[in-house]
């Protein structure tokens, strides 16, 4: 995949591509990227990329000449490209497998109160947002969708470690334990010490159910859940129940 980034801070992104997964992915000729600072087709003395709204209200927006020229200057028409902003569509685990299936993705980062909207109308094919709040820095979200789609494409990262993450089935990932087999009072937990296969895997499968109900429950709507992982999952509740009874009433 070509991966194109148009920003006025062309220091804040260039790290994330030398370091890490990312530089690897690079050196193996997975991704090719190219940075581009629209600051360059300004006009003028000052390159001026901003002005005050129409209408009145806060702050500055990001004028379309500069913006349209870079833009131009790689054909972005007829290409997927990103412009991440609160307003957007949100990424999800889903959207991002799409997107890594892309050739090219050319992102832009904005910033102040956002951008003209004859440029969004123009050459964006994607909003996206990675949540409900606002940053001040649109390179700071734009990379975080280019983390969550580039390590999706083929080679980058091991196929077998991608399959049990957070928000594969939509579940959220099991808790993972590593040496110390003790740290301070915490002991790993023993059925992982068994070297029994099934019990391993009906605990992991176990605990994703657990976590997903404790922190995301939204998700177990649309869970592809099996008979069994159903009864399981209603287990849990009805423990969970039992405990949070026995709590109260302790307290009381």
Not at 125 to 149: F, H, M, N, Q, R
Not at 203 to 229: G, Q, V
Request: aromatic share 8%; net charge negative.
């Amino acid at each position: 995949m070509k991966i194109t980034v148009l920003t006025l801070f062309p220091e804040m992104v260039e790290p994330f591509f030398r370091s890490s997964i990312m530089k690897r992915a690079v050196e193996k000729g997975l991704i090719s990227y190219s940075i581009i600072n629209f600051r360059d087709f300004a006009e003028g003395v000052h390159k001026k990329t901003d002005d005050i709204p129409y209408g009145g209200g806060a702050g500055m927006v990001i004028m379309p000449e500069p913006l349209s020229k870079a833009l131009d200057s790689i054909g972005a028409k007829g290409k997927r490209v990103i412009f991440a902003t609160p307003s957007g569509r949100p990424l999800t685990e889903d959207y991002a497998r799409k997107l890594s299936e892309e050739e090219e993705l050319v992102f832009i980062c904005g910033h102040y109160e956002g951008l003209d909207q004859r440029v969004i109308d123009t050459y964006v094919t994607d909003e996206i947002t990675i949540g409900d709040y606002v940053l001040s820095s649109g390179e700071t979200s734009s990379l975080v969708i280019i983390d969550a789609v580039y390590r999706l494409i083929d080679g980058v990262i091991a196929a077998e470690s991608l399959e049990d993450e957070s928000f594969t089935s939509h579940l959220l990932e099991y808790p993972q334990y590593t040496r110390p087999y003790r740290y301070c009072t915490k002991s790993v937990p023993d059925v992982l010490l068994t070297g029994h296969h099934g019990h391993i895997t009906q605990w992991r499968c176990d605990e994703r159910l657990a976590k997903t109900m404790r922190n995301r429950p939204d998700l177990l709507s649309d869970a592809p859940l099996s008979i069994d992982e159903r009864k399981r999952l209603l287990s849990i509740l009805d423990q969970d129940k039992r405990t949070c009874q026995r709590w109260i009433l302790s307290e009381l």
